[in-house]
Nanobody, 119 residues
Framework: QVQLAESGGGLVQPGGSLRLSCTASGSSFAFVGMGWYRQTPGEERKLVARQSLSDQIQYSDSVKGRFTISRNNLKYTVSLQMDSLKEEETAVYYC?????????????WGQGTQVTVSS
């Protein structure tokens, strides 16, 4: 059973930095994509950044130049370095991983980690 464990969330001041980490366990297959999404109350979950197995990277327009995603395919981990954080980026951040398993494409989500940006 694949499980994703997230860490690194917390309270920071505007302009501050946080580094989120996610570790996948229980997988016998490579993750073709790993990334981060965020969600605020009453809103849908939205992409922040993702990285493919071939290291193709996609960022949402709002975080380009400030956030950096990285992954280790052997350790099944993905991290997100967040710099110059803004108050409007307060949200629950979720780790996501996708893989082909048993002829089916499966998606997995972590339970989320709270990021609060406030002065």
């Amino acid at each position: 059973q694949v499980q994703l464990a997230e860490s690194g969330g917390g309270l920071v001041q505007p302009g501050g930095s946080l580094r989120l980490s996610c570790t996948a366990s229980g997988s016998s297959f490579a993750f073709v994509g790993m990334g981060w999404y965020r969600q605020t109350p009453g809103e849908e979950r939205k992409l922040v950044a993702r990285q493919s197995l071939s290291d193709q990277i996609q960022y949402s327009d709002s975080v380009k130049g400030r956030f950096t995603i990285s992954r280790n395919n052997l350790k099944y981990t993905v991290s997100l370095q967040m710099d110059s954080l803004k108050e409007e980026e307060t949200a629950v951040y979720y780790c996501r991983a996708g893989q082909y398993k048993g002829g089916h494409f499966a998606e997995y989500w972590g339970q989320g980690t709270q990021v609060t940006v406030s002065s």
